[in-house]
């Protein structure tokens, strides 16, 4: 089994900042990508940027430039850095872990979610 648990959510003014952090735990022997997700009321799960291992950091066109993904592997710590919210970037947001454990099996886990509100 292999947890996620998200931190640093919360409500900020449209122009601030909020930095999400995602810790993963338990037997991971490789991780292959991570990603932040976010769903806004009424709307279907999105992806906000994917960080696949050795490879480029992809973002959704509505964040390029504002936020920032990035991980610690010794840590195995996922963290999304948002400047420059907008009330639209209001959202339940998740980070997600695909890879594989030892024993060998794969894996692909979500966080609890994390609330972030941005007020105009």
């Known amino acids: 089994q292999v947890q996620l648990v998200e931190s640093g959510g919360g409500s900020v003014q449209a122009g601030g900042s909020l930095r999400l952090s995602c810790a993963a735990s338990?037997?991971?022997?490789?991780?292959?990508?991570m990603g932040w997700y976010r769903q806004a009321p009424g709307s279907q799960r999105e992806l906000v940027a994917a960080?696949?291992?050795?490879?480029?950091?992809n973002y959704a066109d509505s964040v390029k430039g504002r936020f920032t993904a990035s991980r610690d592997n010794a840590k195995n710590t996922l963290y999304l850095q948002m400047n420059s919210l907008k009330p639209e970037d209001t959202a339940v947001y998740y980070c997600?872990?695909?890879?594989?454990?030892?024993?060998?099996?794969?894996?692909?886990?979500w966080g609890q979610g994390t609330q972030v509100t941005v007020s105009s």
């Open positions: 960080i696949p291992t050795g490879g480029i950091t």
């Open positions: 997600n872990v695909v890879g594989s454990t030892l024993p060998p099996r794969s894996f692909n886990s």
């Open positions: 338990g037997s991971i022997f490789r991780i292959d990508a």
